[in-house]
Nanobody, 123 residues
Framework: QVQLVESGGGLVQAGDSLRLSCAVSGRTFGRLHLTWFRQAPGKEREFVAYSGWLGTTVYSDSVKGRFAISRDNAKNTLTLQMNSLKPDDAAVYYC?????????????????WGKGTLVTVSS
């Protein structure tokens, strides 16, 4: 089992920055594929960013150039730095982990999920 706990959400204004963290425990962190997803009210959960244990990162087109995903294998922590936030970025953000990453369907390989942290962006 893997436990994931997100933190760092809050209310910000458009253009501001926010840093989300995900504390991971229960399995060898360094071998996990880690992702961030988000879900806005009335919308489906969508992929945001991926961090592979070999150092690969992938971003959705909607956040590319504004968000940065990183992992600290010594602290078992996944981070999402979000810059130039827009009202469309408002959502509950979830951290997820799995042992397999499917590039065409990232959600498929994510076996473990956190409970999410709410990000609100005012215009």
């Amino acid at each position: 089992q893997v436990q994931l706990v997100e933190s760092g959400g809050g209310l910000v204004q458009a253009g501001d920055s926010l840093r989300l963290s995900c504390a991971v425990s229960g399995r060898t962190f360094g071998r996990l594929h880690l992702t961030w997803f988000r879900q806005a009210p009335g919308k489906e959960r969508e992929f945001v960013a991926y961090s592979g244990w070999l150092g690969t990162t992938v971003y959705s087109d909607s956040v590319k150039g504004r968000f940065a995903i990183s992992r600290d294998n010594a602290k078992n922590t996944l981070t999402l730095q979000m810059n130039s936030l827009k009202p469309d970025d408002a959502a509950v953000y979830y951290c997820a982990a799995g042992e397999i990453y499917y590039s065409k369907n990232p959600m498929r390989g994510m076996d473990f999920w956190g409970k999410g942290t709410l990000v609100t962006v005012s215009s």
